[in-house]
Structures are given as structure tokens and as C-alpha cells.
């Protein structure tokens, strides 16, 4: 079956805001008294912000600010880190490109939407997807499969027929659990993660893509 639309991440893949995170966490969470700097825990990498915070909260338990708080705090800092520090990540907009050259491109990532617009605007793409979409909107964040769900919705394509652009493990997991194709471009610390193995197709970088690939799988 051939595919007809694809749905990118955001985070880690088109946008090289992962580090931008992992600051503002450092800088935020260590002032509450979470030693997130010297944990090495990559178990957050792809959840929803509010998974997050309560992913600290219930192993570090802080007095003070609330975690709506600190959620906030969060998407203001890296917002900010992402106007003054961040670049599209190689081979992006050619991504973009080949893929739209192919059918309906969506956006779905695990940031809030406000953030999502915020960084679109920085980088001028607002106007490369059909449709964009956040977990902010879904009972469950990834590994689930429902902001995938919802973006194959949005553009009236069948799930199967969706090719996914994913970083990180959690987003290899929602988009297999949706029944779709999918691309993972991990870092190299993340390549040997198990959920890799799953993806139909693993590159170091959006910029080994190739249009053979593609229309091999949009024929």
C-alpha cells in the first residue's frame, strides 16, 4: 500500500532544540533541587512537558513554585533559547520539500502549541504544513499514538497510508503503535535504544534521505 502523507516531530528533528531543553531543564529543575545535570536520565526525551515536570516532581519532590509553574517557567525559557540560539537541524527543509513534493505534510509534536508557533515563526515554516498538531490536545502524550492519530485525521488520511519523521524512542513507539511508516533519525547516543529497531527505515541525518526511498514507498 502506497503511503500519501507524511508527519514530522519537531524537537531533535527538524529544529535542534533537544540541548535547548536539556538547559532550560538544568536551569530551571536545579533550582528547584533536581540534580537533572548529573542524572544522565534520557528517560524524558519525546514526553510532554507536563510528563516532565511530574517525572521529576514524583523523584525529586520540590517546595515552592507548583508544577503549572514550572511547566510554564520551562516553555518561556526554551522559547527564548530557541529565538537566540537554535538552527534548523541539516537536511530539514529538504525533508520538508521531498516529502510535500509527495503529498500533505503535518506537523506533530510532543511541545505545547503556543511553543510549537513560537518556533515556526522563528524559522519561517509556518507555512510548509498542511496542519500542525500537539500532544497538548491528547489524554496521553507519546509513546501514545494520538497526536499521530489526530494529524493523519486532520489531513482525511488513513493512519497506514502516513509516513512518520521521528528522533527520539517514544515517538518511534507512537508512531508504530499508529500503524504507520516510520523514519527515526536518532542521535548517536540514542541510536542502539531498543524502540530504534522498530522503524522502517533509520538515518543519521535528514540530509542521507533520498528521493528514490521516497518514491519507492509513494509509488
Known amino acids: 500500500m502506497s503511503l500519501r502523507a507524511t508527519l514530522f516531530d ?13 538547559r532550560a531543564e538544568v536551569e530551571i529543575f536545579g533550582s528547584l533541587g533536581v540534580p537533572i545535570a548529573r542524572s544522565g536520565d ?19 519532590p520540590w517546595a515552592g513554585p507548583s508544577r503549572d509553574d514550572v511547566v510554564e517557567l520551562l516553555l518561556s525559557r526554551v522559547g527564548e533559547l530557541v529565538e537566540t540560539n537554535g538552527r534548523l537541524l541539516p537536511g530539514a527543509l529538504r525533508a520538508i520539500d ?6 500533505p505534510v ?16 522563528a524559522f519561517d515554516l509556518e507555512s510548509r504544513f498542511t496542519s500542525v498538531h500537539s500532544a497538548e490536545f491528547e489524554p496521553y502524550g507519546k509513546p501514545h499514538p494520538g ?6 485525521a486532520s489531513l482525511g488520511i488513513e493512519p497506514d497510508r502516513c509516513l512518520v519523521f521521528e528522533d527520539s524512542a517514544a515517538g518511534v ?3 508504530k503503535a499508529a500503524s504507520m511508516t516510520v523514519v527515526a533519525v ?3 547516543e540514542d541510536r542502539t535504544q531498543a524502540a530504534m529497531a522498530l522503524a522502517d527505515l533509520l538515518l543519521a ?15
Open 173 to 175: 513507539l507512537a508512531g
Open 42 to 60: 534520557r528517560s524524558t526525551k519525546g514526553m510532554y512537558v507536563n510528563q516532565v515536570v511530574t517525572y521529576w516532581f514524583e523523584r525529586y
Open 205 to 219: 541525518s535528514l540530509e542521507d534521505l533520498t528521493p528514490d526511498w521516497l518514491d519507492s514507498r509513494f509509488a
Open 106 to 121: 503535518a506537523l506533530a509534536s510532543s511541545t505545547p502549541l503556543n511553543l510549537i508557533k513560537r518556533c515556526l515563526r
Open 10 to 22: 519537531m524537537d531533535g528533528l527538524l529544529i535542534d532544540s533537544e540541548i535547548l531543553w536539556h
Open 147 to 152: 497526536v499521530f492519530l489526530s494529524a493523519a
Open 186 to 188: 536518532p542521535t548517536p
Open 98 to 103: 521531498l516529502t510535500s513534493e509527495r503529498g
